[in-house]
């Protein structure tokens, strides 16, 4: 019985991730087809490279991504072999095909290339935010920063960095305007961050660390006054030598005020470390 329910957990998981790539790609697609490609910004990737084809000789921008997208996809199995995964082939190939479906019952929502820009890079963050969260990819850029990563010293993220900034540079000589390369970048910008937001969670906690010669009393007014767990780290200060201990505490962003006012009555010459701290699980947080 035990196997069969944790077969049958894998097995929705699986469900999920399939499904939150599917529907990760046609965000994506909806995006370009809505924002991007009607308006000339190449933000870069492959589906950039592919806009760029579009206006030069009108080759559809799917049927581009799947061409360059191919070789790429055999070269990355080749190298890193089965575990590359066919979630990687799954994104890809959908993306390419929703373009091209979406593109011919869709209209652009605007031409305005500054709201474009925007509203098209916060839909691509959200859609590939979506598809990286279940653990695919929609290829392109991605796949080639890593056969750049196995064969150089470049990082995944320098390689990225490489090839949009060619692709971006590359649309904004094609069709001879600086204006259309900022918007790219507007895109780019906006699409990273969204990214970042859907896979850590757009909702934060704060995190302190908390170095005191009051420690013991500040970290009992914490659990008493504010119920919040406090963990005492083993901690020495090079330059005195002197073994102290250090709090750690995890609070709501609404609560930083009232830490950092409970730490000074106790001790006004503590040292505290306040920063945000995403994707907190456990009690008093997210399960």
């Known amino acids: 019985m035990k196997a069969f329910k944790q077969v049958n957990k894998e097995f929705k998981k699986e469900l999920f991730d399939y ?39 009108g080759w559809p921008v799917g049927l581009v991504m799947l061409i360059v997208n191919i070789p790429l996809l055999l070269a990355c199995l080749r190298i ?17 095909l929703a373009v091209e ?16 820009s925007l509203y098209g890079g916060v839909l691509t963050g959200i859609g590939m ?26 990082t995944i993220g320098q390689g990225l960095f490489l090839f949009d900034g060619i692709v971006i540079g590359l649309a904004g000589i ?5 204006e259309l390369m900022l918007y790219a970048l507007i895109a780019v910008a906006a699409s990273g961050k969204i990214i970042d937001g859907v896979i850590e969670g757009f909702s934060y ?9 009051h420690s013991e009393k ?34 709501g962003r609404t609560e930083e005020t009232r830490l950092k006012q409970l730490v000074r009555e106790e001790d006004p010459r503590a040292f505290v470390i306040i920063s945000n701290v995403h994707e907190v699980l456990g009690e008093g947080f997210k399960e």
């Open 19 to 57: 499904l939150g790539i599917f529907v990760g790609a046609n965000l994506t697609a909806l995006a370009l087809v809505w924002f991007l490609i009607p308006n000339k910004i190449a933000a870069g990737g492959v589906s950039g490279l592919a806009t760029i084809v579009y206006y030069l000789w």
């Open 80 to 96: 890193f072999g089965p575990k590359f995964g066919i979630k990687t082939f799954l994104g890809t190939i959908l993306l390419s």
């Open 101 to 116: 479906y979406w593109g011919g019952i869709v209209h652009p929502l605007t031409l305005d290339p500054l709201l474009a």
């Open 129 to 154: 935010g979506l598809t990286f969260k279940c653990h695919g990819t929609t290829g392109g850029t991605d796949l080639a920063a890593q056969l750049l990563n196995h064969f150089t010293q470049l």
């Open 174 to 178: 094609i069709f001879r305007s600086a």
């Open 205 to 213: 906690s704060k995190g302190a660390f908390i170095i005191s010669d």
């Open 218 to 251: 500040i970290a009992q007014r914490i659990l008493e006054e504010m119920n919040r767990g406090v963990t005492g780290l083993a901690g020495r200060g090079i330059y005195s030598g002197k073994s102290r201990e250090v709090l750690l505490c995890i609070i």
